[in-house]
Nanobody, 120 residues
């Protein structure tokens, strides 16, 4: 079993910053990709940022230049630094990871989510 636990959400005014963190635990052989998704009320879940095992990154256009994803392989963790937050960034943010639980078996795992609310 693999667990992903997010932390760092909260309420912030527009223009402010928050940092989300996600730590993986359980039976982990290695972690491939890690990512952050978000889901706003009434909308589909969308990919916000993605970081590969080689540290290449990808961002949705709406957060480019404002959000930064990073990972710490020694801690099996991924972070999302969010600056210049806007009300439209309000959503539940989910951590996602593709984890090898052995040399032959991998799976995709999700955290339970953390609420980010940006007030105008």
């Amino acid at each position: 079993q693999v667990q992903l636990v997010e932390s760092g959400g909260g309420l912030v005014q527009a223009g402010g910053s928050l940092r989300l963190s996600c730590a993986a635990s359980g039976t982990i052989f290695s972690i491939n990709t890690m990512a952050w998704y978000r889901q706003a009320p009434g909308k589909q879940r969308e990919l916000v940022a993605f970081i590969a095992s080689g540290d290449s990154t990808k961002y949705v256009d709406s957060v480019k230049g404002r959000f930064t994803i990073s990972r710490d392989n020694s801690k099996k963790a991924v972070g999302l630094q969010m600056n210049s937050l806007k009300p439209e960034d309000t959503a539940v943010y989910f951590c996602n990871a593709v984890v090898w639980v052995s040399s032959l078996s991998a799976g995709e795992y999700w955290g339970r989510g953390t609420q980010v609310t940006v007030s105008s």
